[in-house]
């Protein structure tokens, strides 16, 4: 038997001029993602078409119901979800504010000299994205681990 398939929203907050090609129309978008049976809410993700890793089903905190949850395991994912994994729209919006503060500071601390300036971008915008990549990189890990383990005892 087949568990139903949990409920994916595209919630959109963004004005519909910048719905196209926008790095911050990931921020502005966020995807919810349901209980198939009474709709409460286990997932936000900021971004759309974001992807997670999982065992592919969850049991509801609130109903009890098993159901599959959308999610799967790193080395089932295409290279383009892999990628969206690692770069959702969140962490592009960074990068691209980090390049403009960059330039900003460029303009602005041209008589300070580059050291004040390198400090702070680590400090708003290295430190949170190291921060972000060890903290992915364990969620594949354990993905791995989680895919190894089960694959031996029920098929993909
Ligand atoms: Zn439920």
Redesign the pocket.
Known sequence: MDLPLAIKEQETLAPSFLVEGSFFTGILCPTVYR?P??R?VYKFILGPGDVFLGEGRRT?S??R?EFRDRSKEWPVISSMDRILFLFPMVVDGSILLALIVCTLFFYIGWNVGPTPVLMLLAIFFAIPLMAWFIFRGSQIARSVRRFRLCGKTKAA
């Open positions: 209980c049976n009474c409460s509801c609130k109903c119901q």
